[in-house]
């Protein structure tokens, strides 16, 4: 009886161990930020948003991998065929294939719109253009070349800069 429970007892700390190391590994892994090949692959060429399609600037197109297959995509987009209301809410796509976290509130797997304000926020809208998040930025003052959309590994997050102004995207 003995020697059972204690033959029980390893394969039940055994198998605890091994059902927590996948676990441990995401949780470790803050991002690659994705250049070149690994960038087109994953961009789409056109986006849909509030019942229009607009073509994606590539130059301004950003990815991070978490994992193995989970990807943060974002890109700015040719708003010139919107209206002047929409246009100076939504710059682009967000799309996230998992959720995560964006400035610290959850944003559950989807695809959205976009935009960057004037007075540091980052604002997340359904393809309806309904507001779904609002995030403060934060705004990085020791950035050399700023550009329009891009984002950077900061050792231990990615960061999803607009000019000067960034948020902190993270795995769940």
């Not at 390893?10 to 161990?17: A, P, T, Y």
């Not at 600037?57 to 989970?70: C, D, I």
């Not at 960057?116 to 779904?132: E, R, S, Y």
């Amino acid at each position: 009886m003995k020697l059972q429970k204690k033959t029980l007892i390893s394969v039940l700390l055994l198998f605890l161990m091994s059902a927590s190391i996948p676990f441990t590994v995401l949780a470790q892994d803050n991002g690659t930020v994705l250049a070149g090949a690994d960038l087109t692959k994953v961009v789409p060429i056109s986006y849909y948003f509030q019942g229009q399609s607009a073509p994606t600037q590539m130059r301004n197109a950003v990815a991070a991998r978490f994992g193995a297959n989970r990807f943060v995509i974002a890109g700015m987009v040719d708003t010139s065929g919107y209206s002047a209301q929409v246009r100076a809410r939504y710059q682009g796509f967000f799309i996230t294939d998992s959720a995560i976290t964006l400035g610290g509130e959850s944003l559950p797997t989807g695809a959205y719109g976009f935009g960057f304000t004037n007075d540091g926020k980052l604002n997340i809208l359904d393809i309806a253009g309904n507001q779904v998040l609002s995030v403060s930025t934060t705004n990085d003052k020791e950035l050399k070349r700023p550009r329009p959309l891009m984002m950077s590994l900061d050792g231990t997050s990615v960061r999803l800069y607009a000019g000067r102004d960034y948020v902190v995207i993270a795995a769940k």
